[in-house]
């Protein structure tokens, strides 16, 4: 036993004398960390690191089957989900993994900056930090590129209509980014090389940079109120600290990141085992329109966002925001690289994350089940609720079919079934009058097309008929107020003629009927 | 020695001595400095081509392809209605698989006269879809509405439908394709200004054909 450790010994001495990293890594490995930072909070980064790790594997392995041509890439994943052996679970595992990996990121990023750690002397980190999660989401776009199907092809349309509302260079931008003038080969070639050369190799280039300032400058020391960072004393005290209540980071804070890295890798194989593969949804054959394009969910904020800008606003706001909010994250450390570091004494700070993740979640939300387009295939699969005809004349039933004849359902809804891109119509009698529902479906209005081409009168009349007995739990018509008022107004002046004899207290006339 | 060899070329730092000045004007020094020159040339005459290459797509030559291509028979398509129709894109290379295909929609206003609109909503490119019983084209993705001459009905699109040019040659319908029509590259589309933004009834809509 003595011997073989001898033995052991040895080898690793002719290694080390040779290669001259093991000692240094290890070293670096057991740096001591201020004791105060050895907990759970600390484990994002960790993590983000072990699921880059797991993502190159997987991506690996899938770049065996994966074929990255227009003509076979969905052929091929079809062959990856169903003819190799295991085959749907690595893709599983990498279609995952990418989810996992951006939300550790993003929670690593809101970490970060709550705990003010992004202040002296750690800046760059933070910058670098930006450069990778944007680089991340790259990796993101990119891979659902790579699921060659249906909701990618119009993805890179959608990506394609955006570059082209550059100034001047749209065109030239537009051609670049498909590798021609249509969507194609060439557009999954190079969308292929960004996916599994270039982005890849830019991560983990960052990553190293990452790592290599994290260990230079040491794990930021938990923030306390009134301990203010300032760039003449931060790194003597933080040092000073290091010294009192240092302990090595392996293993003594490093347990916590290993335990949470395995929770996050178990968490990726159990999604990826039960809940399958991402796609490919239906072949990417622009012919085939009976489709509803939608981006993976960490796009679908956008995709919301993109639904209720106006016209007018559409252009400038999308070549203006994304620049201003990148240059925002990446100057943030250089404008505030001194003072206050914990949130209790941060409002704004607080605010700001407040704000935009409950904004970030309600868009998502909101595109998950996209309110704002039209249900395509309502008009003839969602019949009027049958309540809606008991007791109607023939000529309103007449009107339900011209209702659903004509496709209003895609857009209103009957009883909860239909788009919800206009107003829902049961109770619609209670707020327009039937002068303006008509003048609302001939002429449209707001987000209304006009109908007036599609209808003839005694349709409209059969429609506008049946609109008007949808009063919702038999609530009260609109009324004309205009029409009421000179009412009241003849009212009151035979009133006036007879107000010699009347008695005091007499209904006034804007009192209701 | 090692202190001077830090900054071989800041000879006019004051805090050298002579000696070391003279060490950062070696004659390996100078050779190193031309040698480094000699890359940076170099550099420059491989990156240009590699630049171009990298670049191709975008070159001005190549930002208005695109042919006359038959999309079908005339009479395939009857006066008075909107029908799909698909070709082949003239641009597709060799590896575009189904992705070279591409849908159109064809109105026949009259015996002689064709609207040929673009698939592509004029919002994000998402495919809109032909409702004959509303005469109205709605996009999937965001909601736009287009009436049936291609003009913008409601929704998000800032104006009406991307066209095509056509002409009858002979019995087939002929149109002129290339770019995916987006914003920027409608060179092979029909030269449409973009609409002014205004309230939906503001707008005229052609009926001339309709009874």
């Known amino acids: 036993m003595g011997r073989l450790k001898e033995q052991g010994i040895a080898a690793y001495q002719w290694l080390e004398h040779r290669l001259g990293l093991i000692k240094p890594i290890s070293e670096a490995a057991a740096h001591p960390t201020p004791s105060n930072n050895a907990s759970w909070w600390y484990v994002f980064g960790s993590a983000a690191t072990v699921l880059l790790i797991l993502q190159v594997m997987t991506g690996i392995l899938l770049a065996l089957i994966y074929s990255p041509s227009a003509n076979e890439a969905w052929t091929s994943l079809n062959f990856l989900n169903h003819n190799i052996a295991l085959g749907w679970y690595v893709r599983a595992l990498h279609g995952w993994g990418s989810d996992f990996m951006i939300a550790i990121v993003l929670i690593h990023m809101v970490q970060v900056f709550l705990f003010g750690a992004y202040k002296f002397p750690r800046e760059l980190t933070w910058i670098v930090g930006v450069v990778l999660l944007l680089l991340t989401l790259g990796m993101a776009f990119t891979g659902q590129v790579m699921r060659f199907d249906q909701d990618a092809y119009w993805g890179l349309g959608i990506g394609a209509s955006i570059v082209s509302r550059v100034p001047f260079v749209g065109a030239q931008l537009v051609h670049l980014v498909l590798g021609g003038p249509i969507i194609g080969g060439a557009t999954l070639s190079r969308f292929f090389t960004l996916h599994v050369f270039v982005i890849p190799g830019l991560l983990l280039a960052g990553v190293g940079v990452h790592v290599w300032m994290v260990l230079r400058h040491g794990v930021s020391d938990w923030p306390m109120p009134g301990r203010l960072v300032r760039k003449s004393t931060y790194e003597r005290e933080y040092h000073e600290l290091v010294e009192k209540t240092g302990m090595p980071f392996v293993p003594d804070a490093a347990w916590k990141d290993a335990v949470f890295a395995a929770a996050i890798l178990f968490a990726v194989m159990a999604c990826a085992f039960f809940f399958g593969p991402f796609g490919p949804s239906g072949q990417p054959d622009p012919t085939i329109i009976q489709t509803a394009p939608k981006p993976d969910f960490f796009f679908l904020w956008i995709y919301a966002v993109l639904a209720f800008l106006p016209p007018a606003l559409e252009t400038p706001v999308l070549l203006i925001v994304p620049v201003v909010g990148i240059a925002g994250m990446l100057m943030l450390p250089l404008i505030a690289s001194e003072g206050e570091r914990h949130w209790a004494r941060r409002p704004v700070a607080v605010l700001s994350v407040s704000v935009i993740a409950v904004s970030l979640g309600i868009f998502t939300r909101l595109g998950t089940y996209t309110p704002w387009s039209p249900v395509m295939d309502a008009w003839s699969s969602d019949a009027v609720p049958v309540k809606y005809m008991h007791d109607r004349t023939p000529l309103e039933r007449q009107g339900a079919m011209v209702l659903q004849d004509k496709q209003c359902r895609n857009c209103h809804e009957l009883d909860r079934v239909g788009g919800q891109r206009g107003p829902a119509l049961d109770s619609v009698a209670t707020r327009l009058t039937e002068d303006q529902i008509v003048r609302q479906v001939l002429q449209g209005g707001g987000n209304m097309p006009a109908y007036g081409n599609a209808l003839n009168p005694s349709e409209t009349k059969a429609l506008v008929s049946f609109l008007m007995t949808l009063r919702g739990n038999d609530l009260q018509p609109a009324i004309d107020a205009s029409r009421e008022l000179t009412r009241n107004k003849q009212m009151e002046q035979e009133k006036s003629q007879g107000a010699a004899w009347g008695p005091k207290g007499t209904p006034s006339p804007g009192q209701k009927q | ?211």
């Open chain 2, 1 to 211: 020695m090692s202190e001077f060899l830090k900054y071989p070329g800041e000879s006019s730092n004051d805090a050298l001595s002579p000696e070391g000045k003279a060490q950062a004007h070696t004659r390996r020094v100078f050779l190193f400095k031309l040698a480094v020159g000699l890359n940076a040339v170099v550099g420059a005459v491989l990156a240009v081509p590699l630049i171009g290459y990298l670049l191709g797509p975008a070159s001005r030559k190549k930002s208005s392809v695109g042919s006359w291509i038959s999309i079908g028979e005339v009479n395939d398509f009857p006066v008075g209605q909107t029908r799909l129709a698909e070709f082949r894109s003239p641009v597709a290379t060799f590896d575009d698989g189904e992705t070279a295909k591409v849908p159109c929609w064809v109105r026949r206003v009259s015996e002689q006269t064709f609207q040929v609109f673009a698939i592509n909503c004029a919002h994000l490119g998402c495919p809109v879809r032909w409702f004959s019983e509303s005469k109205l084209f709605l996009c999937p993705c965001h909601g736009g509405a287009y009436y049936e001459d291609g003009s913008r009905a409601s929704g998000p699109p800032e104006r009406g439908l991307f066209e095509y040019k056509y002409k009858i040659a002979g019995n087939s319908l002929v149109i002129h394709a290339g770019d995916m029509p987006t914003l920027a590259t409608q060179a092979s589309c029909k030269d449409k200004p973009l609409i002014q933004i205004e309230p939906v009834a503001a707008e005229t809509r052609s009926t001339t054909w309709e009874g």
